[in-house]
C-alpha cells in the first residue's frame, strides 16, 4: 500500500492510486480530503495537505487539476464548476480552509452548499458523529473569531491541537499511534510544521 496520502487532482498521482487500488482493496476505505479554500490561502493549503499526505491521507487540491486550471485560464465558469464537482464527489471528505479572505470568495460558499450535498446529504448523515466528513478548518488569522453561520454546519477544526484530532477520528487511528510512527506531529512540538499556519494550541 503507498503509505503517503496522494493528491487525487494530480493525473499521475490519480493513476497511481487506481492501479494499487487494483491489488489493495483497503485503498478504497482510505479518506480523501477536498481542500476547499480561497486562491489567496494557497500556501497555507499546500502545507495542510503535505500534512494530510504525511498522515497517509489522500486529497485534493486544485492546482493540480488540469481541466480545472484549463477552465480557469480561459474563464470558463461551467467546466470550472463540473471540475469542482469531480473533486467533491470523489472525495470522502471535505475541509473548507477559512481566513479573512474566504469571507470575499464567489467559489468556496458553492463547494460548501454542493459539498453539503453531495458528501453529507448523500450519506444522510444527521447524526452528529458523522457530521465530521464536512470539516471548516480556521488559519490563524481568525481560529479565535466566531464564524459565520453556514460554516457553522461542519466539524470545525480552529488549531494544529484540533485538526491531530479530526485526523484521528477520520483514519479511526489514536493520535498517540499516529505520533509514534511519524504521521503526525505532537501539537506543543517546538517547531511543528504548521506553526505559520495554524494557532497550535486549539
Not at 2 to 15: C, D, M, S, T, Y
Not at 40 to 53: G, M, P, Q, T, V
Not at 180 to 194: D, G, R, T, V
Request: hydrophobic residues 35%; proline residues 2%; glycine residues 4%.
Amino acid at each position: 500500500m503507498h503509505e503517503k496520502g496522494l493528491n487525487k487532482a494530480n493525473l499521475v498521482e490519480n493513476i497511481t492510486w487506481l492501479a494499487e487500488s487494483i491489488k489493495d482493496r483497503s485503498l478504497h476505505s482510505r479518506p480523501c480530503v477536498f481542500l476547499s479554500h480561497k486562491r489567496e490561502d494557497k500556501s497555507a493549503c499546500r502545507k495542510i495537505a503535505d500534512y494530510l499526505k504525511n498522515a497517509g491521507i489522500d486529497y485534493y487540491l486544485d492546482e493540480e487539476d488540469d481541466n480545472l486550471q484549463y477552465a480557469s485560464e480561459r474563464g470558463d465558469a461551467v467546466r470550472i464548476t463540473e471540475s469542482i464537482k469531480n473533486g467533491i464527489k470523489n472525495s470522502s471528505h471535505m475541509m473548507v480552509v477559512v481566513s479573512d479572505q474566504t469571507y470575499r470568495s464567489l467559489w468556496v460558499p458553492f463547494e460548501v452548499g454542493y459539498g453539503h450535498a453531495a458528501i453529507l446529504d448523500q450519506e444522510k448523515l444527521q447524526l452528529e458523529k458523522n457530521r465530521i466528513r464536512l470539516s471548516v478548518l480556521t488559519l490563524k488569522d481568525i481560529a479565535e473569531k466566531t464564524l459565520p453561520d453556514y460554516l457553522q454546519v461542519g466539524y470545525v477544526i480552529k488549531g494544529t491541537k484540533s485538526l491531530n484530532e479530526y485526523i484521528s477520528k477520520i483514519t479511526n487511528k489514536l493520535e498517540k499511534s499516529l505520533i509514534s510512527e511519524n504521521l503526525l506531529f505532537s501539537y506543543n512540538k517546538i517547531s511543528h510544521p504548521l506553526d505559520t499556519v495554524l494557532n497550535w494550541k486549539l
